[in-house]
């Protein structure tokens, strides 16, 4: 089985701080690692997955695999980035395709 | 192009009534996925359709909770009996391709009172 764990569930920053938001996991197999985020009011979407290793609105995060980890990363946070961020699991074998979410973390940008 | 669709974003029932929970995926999307998040835990997939056919229903809480996707089009997931702890936010997805991303919906609010 599978598990996605998120430490914080509240990271308060001021804007142009750096930011890291934690997720750890444990699986067995080899997981495809995902960042979802939720903006106030909108549905929940992709962020960004780890295989794609791209940057999005500035945000990168690694898999870490000897850490079991996948911090999410953004050096200089802007107050649009407050939002709920889900980091996810998915096996990347043929078992199945469902989802395993962390609890979240909220993370606030003050001015 | 219209992203999933969830239908009705907020129910409000009393405990022991029926309640019906519709999403349309994307257009052209075999792969269908109900989650759930209920109060304070994390959001939990609940079953996995491609296509009519149920590929995954092992986080299907219990007999209360039915779900179809007849014709492989819009899925539907009944809950009856509804009991308090069914309140939450339930969450429809849908992917397609071999990238297999999932999409949301932006979820019904479920209260059972």
């Known amino acids: 089985a599978q598990r996605v764990t998120q430490p914080e569930k509240l990271l308060s920053v001021f804007k142009g701080a750096p930011v890291e938001l934690k997720c750890n996991y444990s699986?067995?197999?080899?997981?495809?690692l995902f960042w979802y985020v939720q903006y106030s009011r909108q549905r929940l979407q992709l962020l960004l997955r780890?295989?794609s290793r791209e940057s999005i609105k500035g945000f990168t995060a690694d898999l870490n695999k000897g850490e079991t980890s996948f911090h999410l990363k953004k050096p200089f946070a802007q107050e649009e980035d407050s939002a709920m961020y889900y980091c996810?699991?998915?096996?990347?074998?043929?078992?199945?395709?469902?989802?395993?979410f962390g609890g979240g973390t909220r993370l606030m940008v003050k001015p | 192009e219209a992203g999933v669709t969830q239908f009705p974003s907020h129910s409000v029932i009393e405990k022991g009534q029926t309640v019906t929970l519709r999403c349309d995926p994307i257009?052209?999307?075999?792969?269908l996925y109900w989650y759930r998040r209920v109060m304070g835990k994390e959001i939990k997939f609940l079953l996995h359709?491609?296509?009519?056919?149920?590929?995954?229903e092992s986080g299907m809480p219990n007999n209360r909770f039915l779900a179809e996707r007849t014709g492989g089009t819009y899925s539907t997931l009944k809950v009856q009996p509804a009991e308090l702890e069914d309140s939450g936010v339930y969450f429809c997805?849908?992917?397609?391709?071999?990238?297999?991303?999932?999409?949301f919906g932006a979820g019904t609010r479920l209260s059972v009172l």
């Open positions: 780890h295989i």
């Open positions: 997805a849908s992917s397609q391709g071999r990238k297999n991303i999932q999409y």
């Open positions: 699986y067995s197999g080899s997981p495809e």
């Open positions: 996810a699991l998915r096996p990347l074998n043929n078992a199945g395709n469902m989802l395993t």
């Open positions: 257009s052209g999307h075999d792969n």
């Open positions: 359709f491609v296509k009519e056919s149920k590929q995954d």
